[in-house]
C-alpha cells in the first residue's frame, strides 16, 4: 500500500476506518504522523552516535572505513534522545487504540541504519515479547527499491507462537533462552503456511518518513531487502504493551509510560508493598553491566532430574528466591563442622576454607554439589565466597535488608547463598527474614545507613517480609538477589552459621567497586576492571561438566 498525503495531527485516535483495518490486518499505517524536522533530528543524532561524536553507554562506534553497522538495540535505555522519540507524544493515542485504551509502555526499541532486513526474516514479536504492539517509523522514504517492511495481513487472528513453545526441558517457563533455533524455524514457516492457506495475505510497505506502521505483536512480519545494498534506510522501531498487561514475563526488563514513570514489575504484586516494592531504583551498576540490555533471571534446572531438591523447592526458587533443606547434614557431620570453626575463630570468619581442609571438603562435598546442579542450572560451578557468621546475644542489633549483590555485585546476576545452621536459628536468636518474591525485580539500589555503618536497600518496604526459622543441620538457599536480614539474637547464647556461596564459573565481579567515591560506590576503575585471574584455592570449582570435582588441597 502506499501513503496517502493526508497528514494525522498530534494525539488525534484512530479513525472508524483504521479501528476496523487493525482488528481485521492487524496492522494500520498512519501517513504523516512525524513532520521532516523530526526525522531529521533523530537522524542527525544518530548519525552523531555512530561516528562518535556524541557518546551513548554501551555502543561502540565502528572503527574508521567499516561498513556502517546495521542496528542498535534497546537504543532508549542510555540515550535519552532516543526515549523522548519512543516516548513522543504523537505515538500515545494512536497507541491508546491499539491496546483497547489502555495507557501504553514502552519495552524495546531499535535504531536502523542500512542493511537490517537480511536478519529479518518471518516472524512474529510476541513470541519472545508477549502481549506487545509495535511501531516502525521510516525517517526517509521506504519501498521496494530502499528497503522496507512485509507483513502477513490477518494472521494475528489465528494460531500463535509462544515463548515456550520453542523452549522444552530446562528452558520451559523461564525467560532466559530464545529457545531452539531448529525447531523455531520449522514452527515458524509451519505457522507462515497455515495463515497463507487460510487467505493472508502478504503486504510490502511502501510509505513516506514520518509515517508510523503500527501492529500486532502476533502479525508475521519480516524486513525487505533494497535493490540497493549500499542506500541507507533509517528506521527506529519500538515495541509496547499495555500498563494493565498482566503476564510479562522479563521482570528485570524496564516498562516506562508517556508521563516518564519507570517500572520493574509484571503488573500483578498482590500487596501494596510489593507494588511499592515493583518500583524501586536499580542498582546502578546495572547502567553499566552488560545485563542491562537484556537482563535475565537464572533458573532452577529442568532439563534433568533434581539430585536434592524437590519440584516444590526448585518452584520456591524460580519464585520466591528461597527455600529451605531440611536436615541435610547428620549432627555428627554439624557438630564436627562448628568445633573446626570454633577452633578457628570463635567469633567466626571469613574464608574458613583457607585454613581447614575439613571445612574445603565439607563446602565441597556432594550435598553441595547436588545443590549447585539443581539451583545454579550451569555445567561448572566455582565457590565464590565463604563465610562463619556468628551473632552473640545483643538484644537490639539487627541486621538491615539488603541484597548480596548490592555489595558484590557479579555477572551472571545471580550466584547463590548457602546458609547452613550449626545450632538452631530461630526468630528469638536471630534467624534470617527474606521478602519474597522480589529477587525477580533484580539488583536494588543500596544506600548506607548511618545509624548503623550498613548498606541496606533504598526505600524498601518489607510489609510481606516472612520469618524463616532454621533447625541445625539443615540448609537455607537463597539467591544474591533476594532481600533479606537477621534479626537481633535476644537469647543468651551464640547463633551460629556458615555461609558458603557458588556462582558459574567465568563469573565477573570486576564491575562495580563498593567503596569507590567515598563509599558511595562506582563503577571499576579501567585499570582495575579487567577480569581478575580466578585464585583456585580459595575459589575452586565443585562441578566441572556437571561432575563433581574435588578441592585442590591447601599445600598446592
Known sequence: ??????????????????????????????????????????????????????????????????????????????????????????????????????????????????????????????????????????????????????????????????????????????????????????????????????????????????????????????????????????????????????????????????????????????????????????????????????????????????????????????????TVIEAAFSAEEIGQLRDEIDRLEPEGMTHPVLQSALVRSFCAGPVFQRVCHDVLNCDDVRLYQDQAMYEAPCPGRISLYRQDIGRSFVEPLQYLTCWVALNDATEANGCPWFVPGLFRRGPLLHELDESSGDWTISGLRFDDAVCVPVKAGSVLLFWSLTPYMTGANSTDSVRKAYVCQYAPDGYDDRIWDHDANGGQGGPMRPAAAGKAAVNEISNFLVLKERKNVSPPSLAT
Open 1 to 322: 500500500m502506499s501513503d496517502s498525503a493526508r497528514t494525522q495531527p498530534q494525539g488525534i485516535s484512530f479513525t472508524t476506518e483504521q479501528k476496523q483495518k487493525y482488528a481485521r490486518d492487524g496492522w494500520v499505517v498512519i501517513p504523516s504522523l512525524f513532520t521532516s524536522a523530526d526525522c531529521d533530528g533523530l537522524i542527525r543524532h544518530m548519525d552523531a552516535v555512530h561516528a562518535g561524536g556524541v557518546t551513548v553507554e554501551g555502543f561502540v562506534p565502528p572503527a574508521e572505513g567499516a561498513d556502517h553497522l546495521i542496528d542498535v538495540d534497546q537504543c532508549h535505555i542510555h540515550d535519552p534522545v532516543c526515549r523522548d522519540f519512543m516516548l513522543h507524544p504523537k505515538l500515545r493515542q494512536p497507541l491508546r487504540d491499539a491496546l483497547a485504551g489502555d495507557e501504553p509502555e514502552g519495552i524495546k526499541s531499535h535504531y536502523w541504519w542500512k542493511g537490517s532486513q537480511w536478519s529479518q526474516g518471518w516472524h512474529c514479536d510476541g513470541t519472545a515479547l508477549p502481549g506487545c504492539v509495535g511501531v516502525w517509523i521510516p525517517l526517509v522514504d521506504v519501498d521496494e527499491s530502499i528497503g522496507t517492511l512485509a507483513l502477513q495481513t490477518g494472521g494475528h487472528l489465528r494460531r500463535k507462537l509462544h515463548h515456550d513453545d520453542l523452549r522444552s526441558g530446562k528452558w520451559a517457563g523461564q525467560r532466559t533462552h530464545s529457545g531452539d533455533p531448529e525447531l523455531g524455524a520449522r514452527l515458524n514457516t509451519e505457522i507462515f503456511e497455515e495463515n497463507a492457506a487460510a487467505g493472508s495475505e502478504e503486504v510490502t510497505i511502501v510509505a513516506s518518513k514520518g509515517a508510523a506502521v503500527i501492529f500486532d505483536g502476533y502479525l508475521w512480519h519480516r524486513g525487505v531487502m533494497g535493490g540497493d545494498t549500499t542506500a541507507f534506510r533509517q528506521v527506529y522501531a519500538c515495541h509496547y504493551v499495555s500498563r494493565s498487561f498482566r503476564q510479562w514475563p522479563h521482570v528485570l526488563w524496564e516498562r516506562i509510560d508517556f508521563d516518564g514513570i519507570r517500572r520493574w514489575s509484571t503488573g500483578d504484586e498482590p500487596t501494596p508493598a510489593a507494588r511499592h516494592n515493583a518500583r524501586l531504583p536499580r542498582h546502578p551498576a546495572m547502567e553499566i553491566s552488560n545485563a542491562s540490555k537484556h537482563p535475565s533471571l537464572l533458573p532452577t534446572r529442568k532439563d534433568a532430574p533434581l539430585q536434592v531438591l524437590t519440584e516444590d523447592q526448585a518452584d520456591d526458587m524460580d519464585l520466591q528466591g528461597f
